[in-house]
């Protein structure tokens, strides 16, 4: 999708995310999150398990003046609607 920038951001390391980037062929960059400041800056930070800032599973469609337009929150169980996301970010660039 022309202008649409994807990259995934978790609290795994920045060694995990590499060896998890080859192992999946991703094409996309995976962030690390290592110090929680994104998790807690986004608001999806939640105690989980005993886990202090552990991450609500959550997408964001973010314009290009890094305004976020869009958010989506998941059950762990859930898997993002990729069409869904895809949708709205081609809607954002007909606004």
Do not use: N, T
């Not at 305004?67 to 929150?73: E, L």
């Amino acid at each position: 999708m022309a202008g649409v920038r994807i990259a995934a951001i978790s609290r795994d390391s920045p060694y995990s995310h590499k060896r998890y980037a080859e192992q999946q062929w991703l094409d996309y960059p995976l962030l690390s999150d290592w110090a929680g400041e994104a998790v807690r800056a986004f608001g999806v930070a939640q105690d989980l398990d005993g886990l202090v800032d552990s991450p609500v599973r959550s997408c964001f469609l973010i314009d290009a003046d890094g305004v976020i337009r869009q958010a989506w929150r998941y059950d762990d169980d859930e898997v993002p609607d990729v069409e869904e996301l895809a949708r709205a970010a081609v809607s954002l660039g007909k606004g």
